[in-house]
């Protein structure tokens, strides 16, 4: 492995976690086949709030929307948006947002002995190693990943 100390690639923009109100959405309590179809629900009966679903410890938790494409090999990728939480003692190969010489990043850690290690998911990019001449701190630990799925529309030309 290589370090390098210029190349963190993602970087994160980070937003406070609104939890004081409350948004109940349909929720399909019998699950959603990814496999063979089922027989639709006439109606959906539960409901879920993401913010308690996904928000475990509300003040500590911020929101951050991914700028890079270090991850991507782990479906990681710009735009995407993070659920951190600060309150997490990170383990080996979390998920983490670091900020290292003042520059937030996402990145998997390697927890050794006397190192840490921040590696990203792409090969072009090189993993860093952690030295005592780098400002570090493990910010949080990422949660949940939340993406979009549909596609931008292509502007279509008419021709006449």
Same mark, same amino acid.
């Given at each position: 492995?290589?370090?390098?100390?210029?190349?963190?690639?993602?970087?994160?923009?980070?937003?406070?976690?609104?939890?004081?109100?409350?948004?109940?959405?349909?929720?399909?309590?019998?699950?959603?086949?990814?496999?063979?179809?089922?027989?639709?629900?006439?109606?959906?009966?539960?409901? $879920?709030? /993401?913010? #308690? &679903?996904? +928000?475990?410890?509300?003040? =500590?938790?911020?929101?951050?929307?991914?700028?890079?494409?270090?991850?991507?090999?782990?479906?990681?990728?710009?735009?995407?948006?993070?659920?951190?939480?600060?309150?997490?003692?990170?383990?080996?190969?979390?998920?983490?947002?670091?900020?290292?010489?003042?520059?937030?990043?996402?990145?998997? $850690?390697? /927890?050794? #002995? &006397?190192? +840490?290690?921040?590696?990203? =998911?792409?090969?072009?990019?090189?993993?860093?190693?952690?030295?005592?001449?780098?400002?570090?701190?493990?910010?949080?630990?990422?949660?949940?990943?939340?993406?979009?799925?549909?596609?931008?529309?292509?502007?279509?030309?008419?021709?006449?």
């Amino acid at each position: 492995m290589t370090s390098s100390s210029n190349n963190t690639s993602v970087t994160v923009d980070i937003f406070n976690a609104d939890v004081s109100g409350s948004l109940a959405l349909p929720y399909a309590d019998e699950g959603i086949q990814a496999g063979f179809p089922s027989p639709a629900q006439d109606y959906l009966n539960e409901s $879920i709030d /993401l913010n #308690r &679903e996904i +928000v475990k410890h509300p003040a =500590s938790t911020f929101y951050g929307r991914v700028e890079g494409e270090s991850m991507i090999e782990e479906g990681i990728e710009p735009g995407d948006l993070l659920v951190i939480d600060r309150s997490i003692e990170p383990d080996d190969g979390d998920l983490t947002v670091c900020c290292i010489d003042g520059e937030f990043t996402l990145k998997r $850690i390697r /927890l050794e #002995r &006397e190192r +840490v290690w921040l590696i990203p =998911s792409n090969e072009s990019f090189d993993p860093i190693l952690v030295t005592p001449d780098n400002r570090f701190e493990i910010w949080g630990v990422v949660t949940y990943t939340i993406k979009q799925n549909r596609r931008p529309r292509k502007k279509r030309s008419f021709r006449r």
